[in-house]
Structure formats: C-alpha cells, structure tokens
C-alpha cells in the first residue's frame, strides 16, 4: 500500500536544480487520459489562467485531468518523476485530456514509489498535426512524494 502523498513546498523555480544525467537518457512519454472515471485526489494543481486542472492519486498512480474552458485549448499535465538522492529525473512526459471543455478523464501510470513527482497543469493545442503544450500559461511545478 501507498503512503500517503504530501506535499512538498515546490515552484517552477526549484525544479530548475532537477537534472538528467548524460549516463542515463531519459525518454519523453506522451499519453492520452481516455477513461471516464478513476480515483479522487486532493493533489491538485491549476494553471492560473482556468484552463485546466491536474491532479494526482498515489494509491494505483492515477492522473486526473479536467478541461475547465470552452476556449479550443485541451487540458495537459506535464510531469517528472525525480531520485531523491540526487534530484535525477528518470521519467517525465505529458498526459492530455483532448475530450473537450468540461470533461474529466484519467490515465493510470505505474510510478516509482519513494521518489518525487513534480506536476504541472497547462492548456494546449491537441491537433492531427501535433501536440503544443502552451507552457507560458502553465501553473507553477507542485511536487509530491509518493
């Protein structure tokens, strides 16, 4: 069983000391949240402009994602996981909600227990012809250890 998550004081700022070691690359993982229903959570994270809202379930790694607006934007989480050790990333990648405005959805993840998640909610632009996270719209980085 998960310990119970908590949060950790974290901001975009304190994510710039997390590195990826050239001895190990890392690689970006991209996902679409797709199903209906999933845990509740109460870390959450929203960009500050009510585009979107993330959250996360350390009990099954769950993600949550909502679309908050009608605004032709889908919801995103960018995520990392970290070692705390040393503050290595050794995963990271976007999770996307292209449901439309309104909608819940979440995708189920199978994290490292013990190291730190950093999170971040953005709005962007899902399309046949690419994915653009609008990251000046982003919220702050919250980080959690799960």
Known sequence: MRTRISMIAASAASLVMLTATGAQAVTDEHDHATATSGPNSN??????YGHSRACFAADGDWFALYDKKADGYSAVVEWVMVKPSNNEIIRRGEIWNA???????????NLTENYTLAMRSCPGNHTSGGHDVKYNLCSDYAQYKI
């Open 43 to 48: 870390a959450c994270v929203e960009d500050p």
């Open 99 to 109: 449901s439309g405005a309104g909608t819940w959805r979440w995708k189920n993840k």
